[in-house]
């Protein structure tokens, strides 16, 4: 089955076609961050312009990549939220056009979801259920338990920034540019994180929630009014980097036990963070690991074609054109 998949949740327009769910054919991505960086974050009104002028580009790059043409499609499968209500619409809308045009069936996939498929895509022989699902990216923050493909319950998640926003933040107000995270981490390297007391929150009564909003403000309060030199900012970033990761890695813990999971999955942008795999693998090396392949970790098409692929062959039916987007 040859599974077309679109993503245009955020900053990313991406199509990929994907073959059974597994085998990526191609994966084309048209990121937007040059767009964004002077403006140290997503402007949504452009980020609609510009899927709107890519995505039938990338459609066509994706095809010729994978070498077929629109009608040797199976199943066109689309990230339907949670996104901006704009970006979502683009792309929601382009697959429910290629879905009447060709006659071939639509199916709606969750991004947060996918970017957990994206690890099992990288990992196919292996047994990972039930296990516990980590998602860590620009926009969200969460746990999950996972019992199947498509079968999860919420775990924990954060009650306020996600912790990609917060490495995004913490990079403005250290005058990096935007995406934070790949640049804090590179600077982090060059840091002592023990020169600045940072610690992320905790969250009354919910020992597994995440909150980075306070972190953020001691990162502030800690360089308001200063002039910080570049050995300066790298301290600052390494301690931030440590305060949010370690967070991330205690709770996931705690997590697994409460749940008695011996898999860890990730996805999202975060992990690409080579600092959290490396604490991750001291902290439980008894836990099977499993992170998503170059390529997946980001926003892609090939998570949303892959999941699509499986959702569907679970239901036997597709969504059909009353599809919704969902921002939440
Ligand atoms: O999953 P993703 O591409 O988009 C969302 O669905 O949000 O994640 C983007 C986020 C950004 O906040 C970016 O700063 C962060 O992932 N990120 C990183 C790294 N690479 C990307 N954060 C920390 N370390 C990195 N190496
Ligand atoms: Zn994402």
Redesign the pocket.
Known sequence: MLVLGIES??D?TACSIVHNGREILSNVVSSQINLHAQYGGVVPELACQRHVDVLIPVIDEALKTAKISLADIDLIAVANGPGLIGALLIGLNAAKALSLALDKPLIGVN?IEA?LYAALMSHPNIHTFPCLGIVL????TSLFHLEEIGKHTVIAKTVDD?I??A??KVAKMLGLSY????I??TMARQGDPSQYKFRAGQVKGSPMDFSFSGLKTAVLYGIQGRTLTESDKCNVAAAFQEAALTDVVRKTLIAAKHQNCKTLLFG???T??KRLRQLFAEAAPELTQLWPAEGL???NAAMIAGLGYHLYNKRGNGDGLHLEPFTR
Do not use: K, M, Q, R
């Open positions: 949740t955020c990313e991004h970017h990216s620009g926009g969200h996600a990609g926003e490495f995004d995406p934070g995270g790949p804090i981490e999202g942008g975060v690409h963070n970790s980001l926003d």
